[in-house]
């Protein structure tokens, strides 16, 4: 009887002793998720500026809502809507997709002419004039052609931008911008990022500041500048502006001796200025033009291709994402999301524009992640447009199918392609000496009181959070927004502890 007693009054014992070791654990399990959930609310209710924030934070390896602060609000999400650009093309693309710009001629080679116009196609790529393959391209193409012997062009230099819509300025960008780089146009033939650097210095054996610009002084710009020299230790002041629908910048400031500033200005009409950058290479290289550089738009019929002259590919998708997203660029994000509109839409949306179609395509992923569309509005791929509304849900729902894509080279290059706290990128600076340098991904976003930031972060002991936290509206600098949303990222980081 003793014996048949025995083996339950010892399970029973182990039972009570494996729920006395486990029960803590449970409880400390739940008392941190609960007091990370008050701490995070916390921060966001000590902070009141009259604005409004909206916060979700999703644990990846079972789907909770970790915080859920407004989550499905409609919020302007600024540059975060570039989380929704980059992972619809590399979902739809693919991280090896590239882009190829094509110079062809209208006519055959007699005596050394090219008899008819030489054309620039190009198909979108952003990077062209830029990148360190193609820095220097029209140069190396108009020598190429005097070294083939080519001393003359009967025709013009045209740009074909036909693969996009015409050139322009994405809906609702403030009319103000214009000037900035930030807010260049978009073309389906861009080069040097559509904008022109200019330097200004006021070395000492000059009488006046100086002034010289990029590429190669070009002539497509008008320089009006009332610059005055400082003594030396004086403040340097500057501003600038390009009149609008025009390419005449007017300078003004004060630069002190020994001192200079560069800084970029977009240009009007991308596509008539890659066709006059390169009429002028091909002056400089000794090949003589006949007519003008201009836009296929502005002839009366399009040109008809005789022969294909050279070509160059862009770097592959994965690297453009990485430079789009790392750096905020603009100008990327409306090239990739016109060139969904253009390669990636099917027939059901031909009717559209491109970029219509692209954001049409944004919208699906949006979908297929699980977002409710009802609840977004986009306008433009790069968030520079305050017409843009999107929910913290649908940026976490696309960040955790991103996290999970079933292409392992989409997945690495979508998460490689975020800035690093702390490293690189626009978070250089953010989390120097944070528990969550070196391990959030994120991307950020700011226009005028507005500040976002999504992405992924680990905590201490391995789990993983995808996150959004938006803030709308409030007044006065987007600094401190941009404090709270790193300390909300650190307790993530710092948890459990």
Partial sequence: MNDRLCLPLYALCAGILIAACTAPDAHAQYSWAAQMRAEIQTVIDEHDSGGTWSALVVNLETGEAVV?????ASMIPASTVKVLTSATALDLLGPDFRYQTILTSTGPV????ITGDVILHGSGDPSLG????TAGLFSNWAQGLAQAGIRCITGNVVGDDSRFDAPGMGPGWSWDDASYAYAAQHSALSYHGNVIDIAIG???????????WWPDSTSYVTISQQLQRAPAGSALSRSYRRLRGQNVVELEGTIPTGRSTRFQVTVDNPTVFAAYLFNEALQRAGVRVAGQATSWRLLDTPPAVHDTLTSVYSPRLARLVREMNTESNNLYAEQLVH??????????????????RGVHLVRDLIVRAGGNPTRQRLV???GLSRYNLISAQALVRVLAYMHEHPNPDVRRAFLQSLP??????TLEYRYQRAAARGNVRAKTGTLSNNSSLAGYVTSFEGTPFAFALMANNHVGSTRPLRAIQDQIVNILAEYPR
């Avoid at 007699?110 to 002419?113: A, E, K």
């Avoid at 390669?343 to 949306?349: E, N, P, Q």
Wanted: a negative charge; charged letters at 25%.
């Fill in 68 to 72: 859920d602060h407004r989550g499905t």
């Fill in 110 to 113: 007699r005596d050394g002419c």
């Fill in 339 to 356: 060139t969904l509109g253009a390669v990636a839409h099917g027939d059901s949306l031909r009717a559209e524009s491109t970029r219509a």
């Fill in 202 to 212: 006021a070395p000492a054996r000059a009488e006046a500041p100086q002034v010289r």
């Fill in 130 to 133: 830029t990148a360190s393959a």
């Fill in 420 to 425: 690093v706290g702390g490293e690189n990128g």
């Fill in 380 to 382: 433009d791929g790069s």
